[in-house]
């Protein structure tokens, strides 16, 4: 016979992830994204460099449309624009963080786009990012150049390109970085740079408390683009006040302190991070 008594509240701990349970997207965004921040930052610089708000927003290369979701949650204004080939990446955002994040008004302030980024030219945005290195699939110049000016055709006047990069004596080696989160070690491997043709392969394993690792969640075959040739290439493109926004370093830690600041030289750093902006004229 089942008990009368009032059984006390329980709130089961959640079941340790393993390979087998986890969910590549999921630890990936928190692993490597950190979308308010990100949000907040982009509108600030917006700002600075436009004097106006920011509020239309595309997200190149949106995987999951994290950051296109924040955008639009920051602002009745806000509309957002997400682009990126893979169907089923999008279709994990739709379900985990477009319905989980927004309401239906908000939903209708979000388009989400399986499409080229060198084929998207409308709605025109104020800002367009481009984040966590993803233009480096375009390993020509004669490539890049094409998304670059793509870019600059979909933005509105005044509007603005970010692009982040990194670099570094350090990215060049074969290493593995690991960082401990909650429930997983997120792996960040570097696993072959060719110096020739400055071709780069990057993977992204996890690994979980009980010995099981998730290899290869997502490979990336890129091509390393220095500060140098992206800032000529945004200038062919059109653009102007092109510049890099360099991150400062925690005195006690040695890495970025995510303070990023415009510089026209750089440090002799192990390893950066920075971000390349270019303006449309307006
Ligand atoms: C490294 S993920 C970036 C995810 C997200 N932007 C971030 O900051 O974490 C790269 C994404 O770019 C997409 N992608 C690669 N080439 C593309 C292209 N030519 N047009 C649109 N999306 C592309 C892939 O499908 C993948 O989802």
């Known amino acids: 016979m089942p008990s009368q008594r009032p059984q006390p509240a329980r ?11 986890a969910d590549r997207h999921d630890l990936y965004q928190r692993s490597v994204q950190a979308p308010e921040t990100d949000a907040a930052f982009y509108a600030r610089w917006f700002e600075k460099y436009s ?52 309401d239906a008004e908000q939903q209708r302030r979000l388009s989400l786009l399986q499409a080229n980024v060198l084929d998207v030219r409308r709605p025109l945005a104020d800002v367009i990012v481009a984040l966590n290195f993803s233009y480096s699939v375009f390993k020509t110049r004669r490539d890049l150049a094409a998304y670059l000016r793509n870019c600059h055709r979909a933005l509105r006047p005044g509007g603005v390109l970010f692009l982040d990069a990194w670099g570094g004596p350090d990215v060049m080696k074969q290493q593995t970085d690991r960082t401990r989160h909650r429930g997983f070690t997120y792996l960040w491997e570097q696993r072959r740079y060719d110096p020739i043709s400055h071709g780069i392969v990057c993977a992204i394993h996890f690994a979980f408390p009980d010995g099981t690792r998730l290899r290869n969640a997502f490979v990336y ?18 653009f102007v006040d092109v510049h890099v926004l360099w991150e400062g370093t925690d005195k006690a830690t040695g890495a970025g302190n995510g303070v990023f600041r415009r510089k026209e030289r750089g440090d002799m750093d192990e390893a950066w991070i920075s971000i390349v902006v270019g303006q449309k004229r307006g």
């Open 11 to 21: 709130t089961a701990a959640p079941a340790p992830l393993t390979a087998r349970t």
């Open 51 to 102: 004097g106006r708000k920011l509020r239309v927003l595309r997200e190149d290369f949106c995987g999951t449309a994290l950051l296109a979701c924040h955008h639009v949650r920051r602002h009745p204004e806000n509309r957002a624009i997400g682009v990126d080939l893979h169907g089923p990446t999008l279709a994990w955002g739709r379900r985990h963080n477009v319905q989980r994040l927004l």
């Open 221 to 238: 075959d890129w091509r390393l683009w220095t500060l140098a040739e992206l800032r000529e290439l945004f200038a062919e493109a059109g």
